[in-house]
C-alpha cells in the first residue's frame, strides 16, 4: 500500500487533541517510544513540546514506517540534514521490555494488535516505574452503519475486536498501569464513494481488523450501498487514554510510606 500525507487525517486529528493533554503533566521525558508510525504526525508535536527528548519508533507496518520517514525527511530542517538527526525506526510492534522508556506514545496501533492485554503487559514492560502511557484507539460503535448494511445484504463480517473504553482502562489497571483516564468522541465522516471509504479505512487500520468471508463480495456491496446512496455518513468511535506504570514490588513484598506527624 502507498500512502501520502493526505491518508493520514484521522491520525493528524487524534495526535493534536491527544497532545493537548500534555500541559497538565509536569514531567519531562526523556526517552521516549513512539509505538505505531502515523504519517509523522505525533512526533513533530512531541519533539516541540520536549525538544531534549530522544524518540525511537517500532511499527511492525514496513509501509508505515516508510511514510513516516519520507514525510520527516521532507519537513527536516538543515541543521536536521547536516546532523542526521531523525528517530531510528525498529520494524517490529513489539517493544523490548527494559523499563528503560518516559513515555509511550501510541497513535492507533493498538488497531494492527489482536490481543489488548498483551500489548499492555509488553507496553508496561518498556516504561520505566511511573512512565507516562499516551494512546488513542477505535470504539465499539465505529463502522456501526457500514457492519448493519453488511449484514442486512448478506455479507459475512465479524466486528472487530473494539473493546469499550472502560473495559480498556479495567485491562490497564489489572496489566501494569494505574491512574487510568479515558474518555471518547463520536464523530461521523461523510463520504462521496466507497472506494475513499475503503481507502481511509485501509490506513487507519480498521479495514484489516475486519474479519470479512469475502473481501470483493464486501467491497461490491458497498459500492451498491453508495449508488443507492444507502451509505455515506459514517461513525467513528475515537478513544483517548493514559496511564503510568506501575512500580513492579519482588514477590512477597510491599510499599511502606511514612507520614510524618503534623505539629501543631
Same mark, same amino acid.
Given at each position: ?6 491518508? #493520514?487525517?484521522?491520525?493528524?486529528? !487524534? ?5 493537548? /493533554? ?37 511499527? @511492525? ?17 538543515? #541543521?536536521?540534514?547536516?546532523? @542526521? ?5 525498529? %520494524?517490529?510492534? /513489539? ?5 528503560? %522508556? ?9 488497531? &494492527? ?12 514492560? %518498556? ?22 448494511? #453488511? /449484514? ?13 473504553m472502560h473495559d480498556i482502562g479495567d485491562m490497564l ?15 461521523? !465522516? ?26 470483493? &463480495? ?7 450501498? #453508495? ?8 461513525? !467513528? ?5 493514559? %496511564? ?19 505539629r501543631v
Open positions: 500500500m502507498t500512502l501520502s500525507n493526505n491518508d #493520514w487525517f484521522l491520525h493528524q486529528h !487524534l495526535a493534536t487533541t491527544l497532545d493537548e /493533554r500534555l500541559p497538565a503533566i509536569k514531567a519531562v521525558p526523556q526517552q521516549i517510544i513512539l509505538a505505531g508510525a502515523d504519517g509523522n504526525h505525533s512526533h513533530p508535536l512531541l519533539h516541540a513540546r520536549y525538544p531534549q527528548a530522544q524518540f525511537t519508533e517500532y511499527d @511492525g507496518r514496513a509501509d508505515y514506517l516508510q511514510a513516516a520517514l519520507a514525510q520527516r525527511k521532507q519537513q527536516q530542517s538543515l #541543521w536536521q540534514k547536516l546532523s @542526521g538527526k531523525l528517530p531510528p525506526q525498529q %520494524a517490529s510492534h /513489539r517493544l523490548p521490555e527494559n523499563e528503560t %522508556a518516559d513515555m509511550l506514545w501510541a497513535n492507533l496501533s493498538l488497531v &494492527a494488535q489482536p490481543d489488548p492485554v498483551a500489548v499492555f503487559e509488553n507496553w508496561a514492560a %518498556a516504561l520505566k516505574p511511573d512512565g507516562l502511557l499516551f494512546f488513542t484507539h477505535f470504539g465499539p460503535d465505529s463502522l456501526k452503519e457500514v457492519l448493519a448494511y #453488511w /449484514r442486512a445484504h448478506g455479507i459475512e463480517v465479524a466486528a472487530p475486536p473494539l473493546p469499550d489497571f489489572h496489566h501494569g498501569f494505574y491512574d487510568p483516564v479515558m474518555d471518547m468522541e463520536k464523530r461521523t !465522516l461523510q463520504y462521496a464513494s466507497a472506494a475513499g471509504f475503503v481507502a481511509d479505512m485501509r490506513v487507519c487500520g480498521l479495514w484489516a481488523s475486519l474479519q470479512l468471508a469475502d473481501e470483493a &463480495a464486501a467491497e461490491a456491496a458497498l459500492q451498491q450501498g #453508495w449508488a443507492s446512496g444507502e451509505l455515506r455518513d459514517i461513525t !467513528l468511535e475515537l478513544v483517548y487514554g493514559h %496511564a503510568l506504570k506501575k512500580l513492579k514490588l519482588p514477590e512477597n513484598a510491599a510499599l511502606v510510606q511514612f507520614y510524618p506527624q503534623r
